[in-house]
């Protein structure tokens, strides 16, 4: 028979999903909104594949629930701290996931963020509809600028040398990164490898490109953000989980840094009575970093492909092993 797959978003591109259309019996979610986890829960019996976003939590749980029919979990993105990955080889289900095809997409969207944090644009903006704008004005609506600044990325993957390159064309003065393992790429942005502390505290711009695992968690908690200068603007496309949030509110507050820019929060999304909505140096983005109409495209036909060829027992794309 036809394979089963459960795909749990009504908008997810279609692009993807025709391919499984093609091959595949194909069950979607029917509201534009998330499924809800009963729901998805019961949808998933018995499929052989599913098609997840970041939103959908795969756990043992959910796992149980599908049943041994799974091959196959496929999300349509970079990140995959939502998937219990050992509990999914422990049953032999394979995971597909979207890195490279959104690089380009994700590094523009953080260098949008850096840019609208630094010179201040929602705020800019704000002003000039509703009647700030009295004049032209000489130490108004000023910010840092990225010629000759120091910048600091944390998590020197695909993303963040995308970034690091995007960088280097605003005339920078030193590029620095951390990263847990050495990456050899550093040449060619002349990027410069240093500890975590030396680049809180060298930055002007402090930008986090870093997956979240158990060695990130947080890793911008309160004791970081004191060791930034207080001139220093943090911006954050990663994980919400990478920070803690009530020390970035205070250092916001306190002036301990300058200004974030979040593409990404905890939790999400952002609830409308959090204090990061009220800051005026604090801009927030609701999770868009790869949200390119491409790059939206080629990673639904990215996560068909990996289902397709898992469910073949191929060679997958793009396989998280
Ligand atoms: C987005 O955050 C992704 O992980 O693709
Ligand atoms: C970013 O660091 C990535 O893994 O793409």
Known sequence: GRYQIYVTRSDMPESGVQL?????????????????????????????????????????????????????????????????????????VRIGYTPDVLTDATAELTLALLLATSRRVPEAIYEAKTGGWVSWAPTWMTGPGLAGATVGIVGFGRIGQAVARRVKAFNTERIIYFNRSHRPEEKETGA??????????????????????????????????????????????SRGGTVDQDALIEALKTNKIRAAGLDVTSPEPLPLDNPLFKLSNCVVLPHIGSATIEARNTMSELTARNILAALHGTDMPAELK
């Open 20 to 92: 499984l259309k093609d091959q595949c019996d194909v069950n979607l979610w029917n509201q534009p909104s998330p499924v809800p986890r009963a729901e998805l829960l019961k949808e998933v019996a018995g499929v052989n594949g599913i098609y997840c976003s970041l939103t959908d939590k795969i756990d043992t749980e959910l796992l149980d629930a599908a049943g041994p029919s799974l091959k196959v979990v496929a999300t349509i993105s970079v990140g995959h701290d939502h998937i219990d990955v050992a509990e999914c080889k422990k049953r032999g």
């Open 192 to 237: 410069v490898k240093v500890s975590f502390d030396e680049l809180l505290t060298q930055s002007n711009f402090v930008i986090c490109c870093a997956a979240l695992v158990p060695e990130t968690k947080e890793i911008f908690n309160k004791e970081a953000f004191e060791k930034m200068k207080n001139t220093a603007i943090f911006v954050n496309t």
